[in-house]
């Protein structure tokens, strides 16, 4: 059974940091690009960032541009999110999802949808 | 990086068909057939309903169907029951990024 599993989330001050892990479990993480979306209160769903298979290729929505940095790590199976100069806008919930996988014979492509997700994370920027 | 346009609220009784409506634009919606609709009950996690367009995932009612046209996709839910009351969102891959949609609230009177 998939299983993503968020944590890290909390209170923290305007222009502080933290790291947001989600782990991963019943699928080999290696083989999907990984993503975050978060969802402000009272707000809809916003993605966040994205990560292909070998972490070396990486998109951001601009508003977290050189503040956020999404990475893995494949011997813990994980996804992680820091985010550094936090602002009251950065409050939500953070949710990481994978990103659906076609594969075809000995190929295989990233499907540009999102067919698991975690539970999420809460994230509270306040003084 | 806007949010694709969708009505804030569509209700209908128990049977009825509703559409939900997903504006976006020719560097989203228009240019790609990657749009993908997901339902989210609060305070769980959202559930993808719709993917490629028109394509149900294993164990999603055929109730629920998607379509586009031009700038703008579709998600009908046909005769419309109590456990289809929830948020729904469309989302568009638009080249390096993925854009969501502002939301509708799908509510069965």
């Known amino acids: 059974e998939v299983q993503l599993v968020e944590s890290g989330g909390g209170l923290v001050q305007p222009g502080g940091s933290l790291r947001l892990s989600c782990a991963a479990s019943g699928f080999t993480f290696s083989n999907y690009w990984m993503n975050w979306v978060r969802q402000a209160p009272g707000k809809g769903l916003e993605w966040v960032a994205n990560i292909n298979k070998d972490g070396s290729v990486k998109y951001y929505v601009d508003s977290v541009k050189g503040r956020f940095t999404i990475s893995r790590d494949h011997a813990k199976n994980s996804l992680y999110l820091q985010i550094n100069s936090l602002r009251g806008e950065d409050t939500a919930v953070y949710y990481c999802a994978r990103e659906g996988l076609y594969c075809s014979g000995s190929s295989c492509y990233s499907q540009y949808y999102f067919d698991y997700w975690g539970q999420g994370t809460l994230v509270t920027v306040s003084s | 990086q806007s949010a694709l346009t969708q009505p804030r609220s569509v209700s209908g009784s128990p049977g009825q068909s509703v559409t939900l409506s997903c504006t976006g634009s020719?560097?989203?919606?228009?240019?790609?057939?990657?749009v993908s609709w997901y339902q989210h009950h609060p305070g769980k996690a959202p559930k993808l309903m719709i993917y490629d367009v028109t394509k149900r995932p294993s164990g999603v009612p055929d109730r629920f169907s998607g379509s586009k046209s031009g700038n703008t996709a579709s998600l009908t839910i046909s005769g419309l029951q109590a456990e289809d009351e929830a948020d729904y969102y469309c989302c568009s891959y638009a080249g390096s990024y993925t854009v969501f949609g502002s939301g509708t609230k799908v509510t069965v009177l």
């Open positions: 020719s560097s989203d919606v228009g240019n790609y057939n990657y």
